[in-house]
């Protein structure tokens, strides 16, 4: 009972759309920052295990995020980092937030390829530090319209 109010909860948040360069890296659990920094480009496996999202819309609960997807997989259990990109500087403001998926659909009509799918994911934010909601306020302020 408890999940099922805080779930309801999130949803009570205002949607907000948010500013050119804001971006999402969602990782699988087991593709930590650490463990991805000695893994070669040229064999794909970082491009299997992180993934760079155009974040749609965000508030307090979550965020939503679209993405290609090439590997088949949505819904897996990730953590995401935000960021937000302008004159080519990436400023990160929020590090490692577990997030739940709970709702992920294909974008109809984005491209002819049958193996290359456009994806669309909410996602509920899980349990965050003092300091994870304090830049994620900072970042819905500074980066949203």
Not at 55 to 68: F, M
Not at 76 to 100: G, H
Request: glycine share 4%.
């Amino acid at each position: 009972m408890t999940n099922k109010k805080e779930f309801i909860e999130t949803k009570n948040h205002e949607r907000f759309k948010v500013k050119s360069g804001a971006i999402a890296m969602i990782r699988t659990l087991s593709a930590k920052q650490d463990n991805t920094k000695d893994m070669s480009l040229d064999g794909n496996s970082i491009d299997t295990m992180v993934q760079y999202c155009q974040i749609i819309s965000i508030n307090k609960g979550g965020l939503v995020l679209r993405y290609i997807n090439k590997n088949g997989r949505s819904s897996e259990a990730v953590e995401l980092d935000l960021l937000f990109i302008q004159d080519s500087i990436c400023f990160t403001y929020l590090k490692n937030v577990p997030v739940k998926t709970v709702w992920v659909s294909q974008v109809a009509g984005n491209t002819s390829s049958s193996d290359i799918k456009t994806i669309q994911r909410d996602v509920q934010f899980g349990e965050m530090t003092l300091h994870q909601e304090s830049q994620l306020d900072r970042f819905i302020e500074k980066y949203t319209i």
